[in-house]
């Protein structure tokens, strides 16, 4: 399998180590905001069913709004900050053209599938998102195979691999109706969105060893390069790659191939 190489002028722009922080910065926005809700929740000894999602009930739809603010305690809250801060940061991060539409509905989705079809009870809690966001940030990694993506899948894969368990109807106290709805969204948006967010890529020489190049007649080109031969390095002056001793203009014989940005 061919993973694409992120061009160097993208990574390391100042506009994407900006967006870097931004990201980071809203993620643990977010999960202070949630601890503040927690902590005057509980100061205040309020309770948060009044904003869970009750299936079926017209006075439980404001909690497909508010549900996710609020938890049933601070176990609960404590097992959803890592998540959502590494997740959601990751989100912002790598997939920000999408993120306007995947949070949303990784929000509202869950609840209205629960309001709709999920047993009775009140369901509390942001582990919806944290499932959308590891169905999307999993599988949206595989599907676009840069590097920094299928990176940030892996970990995914690595951190919260047995949190498929909690798809599944084996605890009751867990909604795993919201975590399975959630789930498929974000699944379902991973596979949609696939193309959004292409970043521009580059093609090393180093990653064509061993490739022939024929002629029309599907011989091998005599003028192509063994596979034996060492790859030809590349010199990155700031504006574009060059080979050391050779031509740096496009054309020329001896430029180093250089794949279109995209």
Not at 91 to 110: F, T
Not at 127 to 140: D, N, P, R, T, W
Not at 227 to 247: C, I, K, L, S
Request: glycine content about 10%.
């Amino acid at each position: 399998m061919q993973f694409d190489t992120p061009h160097p002028t993208y990574t390391g722009s100042p506009n994407v180590r900006a967006g870097f922080r931004l990201a980071v910065k809203l993620a643990l926005a977010f999960v202070g905001l949630l601890w503040a809700i927690q902590i005057l929740n509980w100061g205040l000894d309020l309770d948060a069913a009044p904003f869970g999602v009750k299936p079926r009930s017209i006075a439980g739809l404001a909690g497909i709004l508010f549900a996710p603010l609020v938890h049933g305690g601070f176990d609960h809250l404590i097992a959803n900050t890592l998540p959502l801060a590494l997740l959601g940061a990751a989100m912002l991060h790598l997939y920000p053209r999408a993120s306007p539409v995947v949070i949303p509905a990784i929000w509202l989705g869950p609840g209205i599938a629960v309001w709709l079809f999920a047993r009775g009870g009140v369901h509390v809690g942001a582990s919806g998102l944290v499932y959308g966001l590891i169905a999307y940030v999993f599988v949206a990694g595989v599907l676009r195979r840069d590097r920094r993506a299928i990176a940030a899948s892996m970990v995914v894969a690595f951190l919260y691999g047995t949190a498929v368990w909690g798809v599944l109807p084996i605890q009751r106290a867990h909604s795993w109706e919201t975590h399975l709805s959630a789930a498929l969204i974000g699944l379902a948006l991973a596979l949609a969105l696939r193309r959004r967010d292409a970043i521009p890529t580059v093609r090393y020489d180093w990653e064509n060893e061993g490739v022939v190049d024929l002629d029309a007649d599907g011989e091998r080109d005599s003028a192509s390069r063994s596979p034996f031969t060492a790859p030809a390095p590349y010199v990155w002056d700031g504006e574009r790659y060059r080979a050391p001793d050779g031509p740096d203009e496009p054309g020329e014989p001896g430029e180093p191939e250089r794949r279109t940005l995209r």
